[in-house]
């Protein structure tokens, strides 16, 4: 084929040979369009490094059409001439380009450092945070061109009265930008100076007997899932997740325990629960009689899917527990169980190593030279503990059932 100079007149009245050929510009040495047998034009940019001894090699710009045309596919040659001129390989150049904004588009680059998580409560924490407030606003920007700026619009979106939420988005964000340097992706983290959002104010709210005696109750027209979601908070104080995502393979009736795999514990650290009688009366109610099922999940809603409904859950059970006590209860949430629990152990004297063991959670006795050499699992004193409680727990509904006996004067 003839050279010409390449111009979208001539571009687009280019017709198939039943052969590949090639037009060559007559202005820009290498800039030309490859015509395919079957009529697909494509611009290309043909060069040698090093001069006339070097091997000629062949970049594709892109596709005729729409965005690119003519004009467009000329700058872009003239600007890998440009990088030949000074011996850098255009190719290289473009695979870089293509790297940063396809495999480095936040997205993208969100969904590897996902998959990457471990722990299920970190993963869930992780996943949700960047699908439901980074992703929707910095959208397909390339990791390397994020600046502090960038991080700082997306903290100042999130509700102001939302401090845990600030602070998690912060920390999600920071380890992201930490692993992308890890892995040699980005030279610096614009994380590096920035100030962490301030801490949320500790809770403190440690529900009464009488509270949770009443909360109890309430639970029983809570719904058929989450009425003994609730319950088994109440009486193994574990994590809200832990025990809606509970599994019939992870608890053994005739042992009295509940074995949570590191996989689906917060903090990744298998942990033994044992289930006291009233534990074990709420699971039996669930199957239904003594003989539990050896797999599946304990808390499946008719979808055949996971429990989320909490927050639908829990405004159902405020509105029976008020009925029952005849005013509202003082705001209160789910965690607050695993707080009343811990706080009730401490009454009933038992061990503050046995606590945190029981809570399944790293603090003061499980850091340090501690977490090393340290290897008694805790299990006959927490048993013991979870015995107390539940004997507690009884005496409390007890007293609960006698009270709404007696007549009021």
Known sequence: MEARKITQTVVDGLSASGRDEFLWDTKLSGFGVKLSAGGKRSYVYQFRLGGRKGTARRITIGEHGNPLNAAKARERAEEYALLVSRGIDPVAVA??????????????????????????????????????????????????????????????????????????????????????????????????????????????????????????????????????IVRLLIATGQRREEVTQMDWSEVKRSEALWRLPKERAKNNVAHVVPLSKLAIGVLDRIARGEKWPRSGAVFMTSGKGPFTAHARGKKRLDKEAGLLAKKPIALWRLHDLRRTMATNFQRLGVRFEVTESALNHVGVSRVGVAAVYQRHDWLSEKIAAFDAWAAHLETVFGKAENAAEMPEE
């Open 95 to 228: 695979a870089d380009e293509r790297r940063v904004a396809v495999d480095l588009a936040f997205p993208v680059y969100a969904e590897k450092f996902i998959e990457s998580c471990e722990g299920a409560g970190w993963h869930k924490l992780v996943r949700g945070t960047l699908k439901n407030h980074v992703i929707p606003h910095l959208k397909k920007k390339s990791l390397p061109h994020i600046r502090k700026s960038d991080i700082t619009d997306v903290l100042d979106r999130l509700p102001s009265k939302q401090a845990a939420l600030k602070r998690n988005t912060f920390a999600v964000l920071r380890r992201l930008f930490s692993w992308a340097v890890g892995r040699g992706d980005i030279e610096r983290s614009p994380f590096e100076g920035m100030e962490v959002p301030p801490p949320v104010a500790a809770r403190d709210r440690v529900l009464t007997d009488n509270e949770i005696a009443v909360i109890w109750e309430a639970a029983a027209k809570a719904g058929s899932l989450f009425g003994p």
